[in-house]
């Protein structure tokens, strides 16, 4: 290899070294799920929901519920609840039925059919085990979901 080609291979190296660190912190800010603030990183749920946006506002009224950051989240009589989102038996959608006050795992079909209780306790399986429960405070319109 001759010098010149060299220091042009060089060259686009170090540019792309140099470039790197930007390209990592745009995919780590990406994480971050919009409305909401916070996030969930390494496992650990942070995150807070303004519930005077429009998508959330299905949390202001008894009865609603949304998933944000894999933590599903329903506004109950008995106040707010949030539980991880995936099904233990098998990783589908947790959703959250008003009409019963409790969690139901979205795959219906057979062999699956999985409900919850409000403390995330698995009622009727085939879930293995308990969903996740987290910690939620309402400040203003301001609901913060943590573990
Ligand atoms: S994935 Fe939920 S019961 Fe099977």
Do not use: W
């Not at 912190?25 to 390494?42: L, N």
């Not at 303004?50 to 599903?72: C, E, F, H, P, R």
């Not at 008995?78 to 006050?101: I, K, R, W």
């Amino acid at each position: 290899m001759k010098r010149k080609e060299f220091f042009t291979t060089l060259g686009i190296s170090a540019g792309t070294v140099m470039f790197a660190p930007f390209l990592v912190s745009c995919s780590k800010g990406s994480s971050v799920v919009d409305p909401g603030t916070g996030g969930t990183t390494g496992g650990t749920v942070d995150f807070t929901l303004d519930l005077s946006l429009a998508a959330n506002s299905a949390l202001m009224a008894v009865g609603g519920s949304l998933t944000n950051n894999g933590v599903v989240i329903a506004n109950t009589s008995s106040g707010y609840v949030a539980l991880a989102s995936a099904c233990t038996h098998q990783g589908s959608a947790v959703l959250y039925d008003s009409t019963n006050n409790r969690f139901n795992c979205s795959n219906t079909g057979g062999g699956h059919g999985s409900q919850y209780a409000l403390n995330g306790a698995v009622t009727a399986g085939p879930a293995p085990k308990a969903l996740k429960l987290y910690n939620t405070t309402l400040t203003g319109t301001k609901l913060r979901v943590f573990a």
